[in-house]
């Protein structure tokens, strides 16, 4: 009776083995036939069988085990009948040892979830008509030879991005990315810092998680989505003046129930231009100052977002969202040309010296192009601004956001997203040397042409009326001035 019970225990015992490798591993293959043909799980024969075979499956143990069982070979009689306690020592003994192997498998896993991916973007523009002499602060190639800032370039690399990222074990994922496009001064195509981080899961079924390090700042849809998935070239001037490059250093909570995440995947795996996943809700703390910028008046800025996507039950998704951060800011002061003709520094009051109000709330909402889409932000709040009739940095409120209509087309030619936005912006931008005041009231009129997965191609007709926010030396050319302008945008998107 004892050896029936090891003949029927031994099958189990190898599957069960093999189920807790996941999968097959060449690298694990001997180790696992030696502790079963040591236990007695499969005889010798079935041993040398199974190790000829260049990668072993469920299909082969199993078989090999129930061979074992069914078969009256004298090798099988010949087995010694096990007592209770040498059976209950041999099963413990093959679940350290599987375990052991487990472990080997997860410490190692992190080289077959590694990524490395990117994309580049390759942008042209040409004047069409308007002012003369200015300048698109979000884009160098936006200007004519009277531009400040040697912004006749037509031809621009605006980003050069390179993806690093993986899973360590099942509780930790990391992600760095650096952009080989930024500027430093004059120079162009210098490499930049923009994420370095952690996800510290809390939980297995990643529900619950903590990032840690240089992220994106959970406020604002647009802010969120990757400039890769972005259909207008630049965001909106009302949320993006927010967070200087959306990015900063600090720590953050993101709460994501089940259902959650695969509607989030759903959306992303449709190409419906979606933010990624940053939670239903997002708390979390950081310095302040921007990316690449250390904190200057030891406060540490707090956000909050809250974000939901409902499907409908023909499929069709709509996300509504509500955020707002709090914090002191602590703008940069620098030279400017005045309307006079002079050059002037701004004055930083008394009281301001540790950072000014720096505080929003928004609201977001997206109804997915599934084909047609609405995407529409708007946030008001308090913000550090210049007062050029005062020369001094003052306290001022904001109010602004878009509104974006959008289409998705699939055809044999590849999928087209014909789009009309509209921004406005009644604020200033903190972060521009100075805090300028910036006032946007733009029209695009676009489409994106994705002729494959690899490559996509954008043309933009703009109309900018807004504030110029860069500012140079140049006698008789006062900084800040309004423009009022139309211009032809291109970008070639390589994806890879």
Do not use: C
């Amino acid at each position: 009776m004892k050896t029936m019970t090891f003949r029927f225990v031994k099958p189990l015992l190898t599957i069960s083995m093999l189920a807790a490798l996941a999968q097959p591993a060449a690298a694990a293959d001997k180790d696992l036939l030696d502790i079963l043909l040591g236990n007695g799980a499969i005889t010798q024969t079935q041993y040398d069988q199974l190790l000829v075979k260049d990668s072993l499956n469920a299909s082969d143990l199993a078989a090999g085990a129930e061979v074992g069982t069914a078969s009256p070979a004298p090798a099988e009689t010949a087995l010694p009948v096990l007592k209770l306690a040498e059976l209950e020592e041999r099963v413990e003994r093959n679940e350290v040892a599987t375990q052991e192997l487990v472990a080997k498998r997860v410490k190692s896993s992190w080289t077959e979830s590694f990524q490395m991916r990117g994309y580049l973007q390759t942008r042209y523009t040409s004047m069409l008509s308007g002012d003369e002499g200015i300048n698109l602060w979000s884009d160098r190639s936006v200007g004519d030879a009277d531009s400040l800032g040697d912004a006749d370039k037509n031809f621009l690399i605006r980003r050069a991005r390179l993806v690093f990222q993986g899973d360590i074990g099942t509780r930790l994922s990391f992600y760095i990315q650096p952009d080989l496009a930024s500027s430093a001064s004059t120079t162009g195509n210098v490499a930049q810092m923009r994420d370095a981080y952690g996800d510290l899961y809390l939980t297995t079924d990643k529900i619950h998680r903590l990032r840690i390090g240089q992220s994106k700042v959970p406020y604002g849809f647009e802010n969120l989505q990757s400039s890769s998935n972005r259909l207008t070239l630049d965001r909106n001037d009302a949320f993006n003046s927010a967070v200087r490059d959306e990015r900063d250093l600090g720590v953050f909570y993101y709460y994501t129930p089940a259902e959650v995440q695969a509607n989030f995947k759903e959306i992303a795996a449709l190409g419906l231009k979606h933010s990624g996943n940053y939670g239903m809700f997002g708390l979390g703390a950081y310095n302040g100052q921007g990316a690449n910028r250390g904190d200057r008046n030891d406060n540490q800025h707090v956000v909050a977002r809250l974000s939901y996507p409902w499907k409908f039950a023909d499929g069709q998704f709509f996300e509504a969202g509500v955020q707002a951060y709090n914090g002191k800011y602590a703008p940069t002061t620098g030279a400017y040309r005045g309307a006079d003709n002079v050059r002037r520094t701004p004055v930083v009051p008394g009281q301001y010296a540790d950072g000014y109000d720096d505080q929003r709330y928004g609201v977001s909402a997206i109804w997915y192009p599934q084909p047609f889409g609405l995407q529409a932000e708007w946030n008001w709040g308090d913000t550090p601004a210049l007062d050029l009739a005062t020369n001094t940095i003052m306290q001022e409120k904001l109010d602004g956001g878009y509104v974006q209509a959008m289409m998705k087309v699939d055809s044999e030619y590849g999928t087209f997203f014909p789009f009309l936005k509209w921004q406005y912006f009644d604020g200033a931008n903190k972060a521009e040397t100075n805090a300028p005041l910036n006032e946007v009231q733009d029209l695009e009129l676009g489409l994106e042409w994705q002729i494959a997965p690899e490559a996509e191609v954008t043309a933009v007709w703009h109309h900018m009326d807004r504030n110029n926010l860069v500012t140079g030396n140049r006698s008789g050319r006062p900084d800040y001035e309004l423009f009022d302008a139309d211009a032809l945008r291109v970008q070639v998107q390589f994806n890879y």
